[in-house]
Every structure is written in C-alpha cells, then in structure tokens.
C-alpha cells in the first residue's frame, strides 16, 4: 500500500486536532516537558527533544533499526529537510536510505544510535532504486 505524503500529513493533523479537543496541554514548561516525556519512547531520547539540527548533525550517518522479527538492520540517514519553521512550529523531514532486499513495511520501529540511543520512530517507505529502498519520517514539533 502507497501513502502520500500530502495525505499523511493531512491524516495526521486530523488525529492531532482530534486529539488536541480531548485534552488540552498544560501552559508551564515544566508541565508541557511531563506530558512529552509520557508520550515519548522510554528507552533513550524523546522525540520532543529531537529537532532539525539534532538530525541535521547526523546527514550520513548509519542508524541501525530494530524489526519484529529481531533483525537489525542498517540504515543511513540520506538526507534532513527543513520544511519550515514559525514562532510556535517547526517541521522537517528525514529521508533514510538501506538495501533493497531488506524491506520495511511503515510502521514505528525502534532506532539506535550512539549519540541518541535508542528511540522509536514512525517511518514510511517513500521510493526504491535497483540497489537502495527509501524511507521518509516526518517532524512537527511545537516550539515551547
């Protein structure tokens, strides 16, 4: 099954403005830090504290990925995109490169890295070549 990106980011605002009427976020930054640090991995690294230049660092690097099925695998982090950046919003997107013959569905799957360590990420596959497959996460983060 293909996604777009267009219809991704639409089905995820959707689920964020949804969710955003259940209950509001608190206004202190000691609260706000709280409720992110719940809704993030608890193994390594939040995402909340993931930005741009977090990943912008790492343009080259090899991540390596945990499968269900217990499989590590390797991918390199191709490219870091700034898609934009306001007061109260920053977004940006990850492309990930590994081999053709090991294919992941989308899904959330376990990253590591040496300087992040361990932290879940929800990638998609965005494209394949005759020796790569391509993968693509996706970044809006609210500035506090």
Known sequence: MSISRRYFLLFSGSILATAGTSFSI????????????????QTGVG?????????ETLKDQTLHV????????RLQLDQVE????????EQFSLTFR????QLLDQGT????HPQ???FNLFIVPSGQSKHN????ATFSHLIA
């Open 26 to 41: 608190p206004n202190t930054k000691r609260q706000h830090q709280l409720v992110a640090k719940t809704l993030d991995t």
């Open 47 to 55: 995402l909340s504290q993931m930005h741009y230049s977090t990943f």
């Open 66 to 73: 945990l499968t269900e099925r217990g499989e590590r695998l």
């Open 82 to 89: 700034d898609q934009g950046r306001s007061d109260q919003l």
């Open 98 to 101: 590994g081999k053709q013959g």
């Open 109 to 112: 799957y376990q990253f590591e």
């Open 116 to 118: 992040l360590g361990q």
């Open 133 to 136: 497959a391509y993968y693509q």
